[in-house]
């Protein structure tokens, strides 16, 4: 069990789950999957950034520190700074074997991700509308994760694909993100409220928000439906299918919910589980 307390509080199955999304989005578009420099690139990047926001969360929090996560961080501050280095490191040597298109598209995306960081912790000007729009935090988070899995894969591998069927995928791959990230932003609403953060959760209620959990997860399932009828990629809408029936299994069970593993080992896992599963899907046609 230590063990895998470890595997989830230090990112890795986050980490392990943007590459598996990455790969997916090959499978989507046609292609089988492939590991190469761009998925090494992805890893490192996701697991330095949210083991620095950890750290940063810590050092702002040092007078509550009671919530599992960051308790557990507190403890651990000189393992995450380790991380934080290493996975720097292996962000800078894996940026020197990916496309130059690759680390083009990055830079808005750090860029981004950055401010917003910086608009959450500092009242800087110009930049604190980032938390006053409401919803921002959950759309942020999805554009992100949506560009790093579907645009960076794609352009390290250097394929052909239709720009239709690239933005079914993005558009299914953006709206998944956005409904499952729900559930966390429902956990977060106090300390959000705290920072000024109008979350979805925050201004509809969390019940209401649960509800839109649901349908923005039953509505990724669009661009499934329409990459089979407009491109002939049957096997994508049965695996998203059956993945989002797990994911949804998932969300709305209350025992699930209560589970001290809810939020970074099933719902984090069930990113994976939703790839793997599309890949499956892949082999299996």
Partial sequence: MKALYLIINT??????????????????????????????????STLADYNLHRLLAVYQHTNNLQTGKLAWSARHTQLLKSLVACSSAGLVISAFYVRTSVLIALVPLAMLSFLYSLSTRYKLRGITWL??????????????????????????????????????????????IFAIAIPFDIRDMEADSRAGIKSIPAIIGAQKALIFCNVAMS????????????????????????????????????????????????????????ALIIILGFYLK
């Avoid at 001290?260 to 069930?270: C, E, F, M, R, T």
């Fill in 11 to 44: 990112n890795l199955v986050i980490a392990a789950a943007a590459v598996s999304l990455a790969m997916a989005t090959l499978v989507q578009l046609g292609f089988p999957p492939v590991f190469n420099a761009g998925l090494i690139l992805i890893f490192f």
């Fill in 131 to 176: 938390v006053r729009v409401p919803g921002t935090k959950t759309f942020i988070l999805a554009l992100v994760w949506a560009t790093a899995t579907v645009v960076l894969p794609v352009l390290q591998a250097n394929i052909y694909f239709s720009p239709g069927q690239l933005g079914l995928v993005f558009a299914q791959r953006f709206i998944f």
């Fill in 219 to 274: 509505l990724s399932l669009v661009p499934a439906f329409l990459q089979y009828t407009c491109y002939g990629v049957a096997y994508i809408f049965p695996a998203t299918l059956v993945s989002l029936l797990l994911i949804l299994f998932f969300v709305n069970n209350s025992k699930i919910q209560n589970s001290l593993l809810y939020y970074h080992g099933i719902l984090d896992g069930s990113i994976i589980m939703h």
